[in-house]
């Protein structure tokens, strides 16, 4: 893994990038910054996203002399299939990997002072990054729910409070779910079995088989599983279990009905801490090497600061800020966000991570592949097993009629 990461006299020289309206061919003294945004939250205005940060950057801070070069999908995603690279900058990476990464040595420390727009911050959410007494792994941009999202009127499910409770509605209604991938099924499964949530391995002797079982039952009582580039009117289904931007991307709401939405935290256990997602943006420490930590900062601190956010999240429903200011900024504008802002407030978070499975020979990302594979293996066997129980129910049932 670690071999990936080399860098050569010519790696600049190779480095795809997005193409910029500025035009820099006026200097020979141009310097660059490598910069990969996070392509999932806000795909659909990564261009308008990059015209806001370009603007404030070049216009308004005057840097000119610095181009950005915002590194393609294939280069950076996230963290998901790619690596932060040594002729990194700036990246916006998920927390999921952010133990992994600062194993490498990939991810700067910042101090409180360093982070300019620290105040802005939702404070409980800043701490899931501190290393030691006020200092950090980057900045939190955005975070993300795993959310049941309903009809207002509807106070059955209001009232619920267990997992046992979700799962006697959820066989006898229509509901909607987003369709799960591997990590988001492992999340499931570590929420659900609560006190074992830290639990740094997973094997086939600790897999909770009733947890499994209770996924499985739960999972099959879906109407429709939805993938990101579905679109569905939600006034016709009972309930949504899926992420927030969902409301913008996966559902069809009407605008009258969007004060009638509700939503709540899944109740997979009973501590009411919501399954939380937290993207960060992180500084390589290659940067400081190559005299541009301080640029590399600045530029980490406009991408998080209120002025900038309120102009490029205004039309992205619904991409959750961790900048507060931001967030009542939105939330004056949209009852959606109101009540987002209701949950940030009022929870405490932890972020989603991944375990690992234990085979020392494995990188740390192929365990937590590993770890992810044995409970999607475990749950299909679960679920072969539900329904072949129900298919010698029903035979069963039929035999008894006729007979």
């Not at 910029?20 to 990969?36: A, E, H, Q, R």
Request: hydrophobic content about 35%; aromatic content about 12%.
């Amino acid at each position: 893994m670690q071999g990936q990461n080399n860098t050569n006299d010519n790696e600049n020289d190779k480095i795809q990038h997005v193409s910029s309206p500025y035009n820099f061919s006026y200097s020979l003294n141009i310097i660059t910054l490598n910069v990969g945004l996070f392509p999932w939250a806000a795909s659909n205005y990564l261009e308008h996203n990059r015209q806001v940060i370009e603007h404030y950057w070049y216009n308004v801070l005057d840097n000119k002399h610095i181009r950005l070069n915002w590194l393609p999908l294939n280069v950076w995603d996230g963290g998901y299939n790619t690596i932060p690279q040594d002729y990194f900058d700036v990246y916006i990476y998920d927390t999921l990997y952010m133990n992994y990464y600062i194993s490498q040595g990939w991810l700067s420390i910042l101090d409180r002072n360093e982070i300019t727009y620290a105040h802005e911050i939702n404070s409980n959410i800043l701490s899931m990054i501190e290393s030691d007494n006020r200092k950090y792994y980057g900045i939190p941009i955005y975070g993300c729910f795993y959310l049941l999202i309903y009809h207002s009127k509807d106070k059955e499910l209001a009232s619920i409070k267990t997992f046992e409770d979700l799962v006697e509605i959820a066989s006898k209604r229509h509901f909607l779910m987003r369709k799960l991938d591997g990590e988001l099924k492992m999340s499931n499964y570590l929420t659900l079995v609560g006190s074992d949530y830290h639990i740094n391995h997973i094997t086939e002797e600790n897999i909770n088989i009733n947890v499994i079982n209770q996924l499985s039952h739960f999972y099959k009582h879906a109407k429709l599983v939805l993938n990101e580039t579905d679109r569905h009117s939600f006034k016709h289904s009972s309930f949504y279990i899926g992420y927030a931007e969902d409301i913008n991307t996966v559902l069809s709401v009407d605008e009258n009905d969007l004060s009638q939405i509700e939503f709540m935290p899944v109740p997979f256990n009973n501590d009411d801490r919501p399954q939380f997602w937290l993207d960060c943006i992180g500084i390589h420490p290659q940067a400081k090497s190559r005299g541009l930590y301080e640029k590399s900062l600045q530029l980490a601190n406009l991408m998080t600061c209120s002025t900038v956010l309120n102009e490029y999240l205004q039309e992205q429903f619904y991409v959750i800020t961790t900048n507060h200011i931001t967030l009542s900024h939105l939330s004056t504008k949209n009852a959606i966000y109101a009540k987002l802002q209701i949950l940030m407030e009022s929870n405490s978070f932890r972020p989603s991570s991944l375990p690992f499975a234990i085979n020392s020979s494995l990188s740390v990302k192929e365990q937590r592949m590993q770890a992810i594979a044995l409970i999607i293996a475990q749950h299909q066997k679960q679920s072969q097993s539900i329904a072949n129980t129900n298919t010698n129910t029903n035979t069963n049932s039929n035999i008894n009629t006729t007979s």
